[in-house]
């Protein structure tokens, strides 16, 4: 089955960014049908082949390999899971810790480097493992409550402080 000019654009359009509705647009399709476009052209066998001796072709010029991408993945991951201290108006957020002894130590609150750049890098990895992928949003109403010590007055340092307390 040959491809319509059309049809060869939207394989050009979707090998550049691989998303489907913003290639069918480019491609000329309306942008108002354009994701059920891209998915009914997408679901065509020649475009398939079209689009993956495009990348194919991408990919070897620049010399880009499975085992490469899947290589910069994992360093992505690894970067991302990274501890780093949180910061709060330039200064790192610490709190007490009682220790076994009584004693108490001061210790610097961490969080990952990037958890969406994790998340991510792990989904890229477990896509090329052949393992099924599904995003899942958790939702939850109310609020989320921390509670801080602090080791001293905040208030003192910056005067709005005072006029952004809720009353």
Do not use: C
Request: no cysteine; charged share 25%; hydrophobic share 40%.
């Amino acid at each position: 089955m040959s491809l319509n000019p059309k049809q060869r654009r939207f394989a050009h359009e979707f090998s550049v960014d691989h998303n489907g509705s913003q290639a069918a647009i480019r491609a000329g399709y309306s942008p108002k049908t354009a994701k059920e476009a891209g998915s009914r052209l997408m679901a065509k066998v020649a475009v398939r082949q079209l689009v993956a001796k495009l990348d194919a072709e991408t990919n070897a010029e620049l010399g880009v390999t499975a085992a490469g991408a899947l290589a910069m993945a994992m360093e992505l991951w690894e970067m991302s899971i990274e501890l780093q201290p949180k910061v709060w108006k330039g200064e790192p957020v610490t709190y007490l810790s009682e220790l076994d002894d009584g004693s108490t130590v001061t210790k610097t609150v961490t969080e990952l480097r990037s958890a969406s750049g994790a998340a991510k890098a792990l989904e890229l990895i477990f896509r090329k493992a052949g393992l099924d992928v599904a995003r899942t949003t958790v939702e939850h109403s109310g609020d989320v409550v921390y509670t801080l010590k602090l080791d001293r007055d905040l208030s003192a340092e910056d005067p709005q402080q005072e006029s952004e307390k809720p009353s």
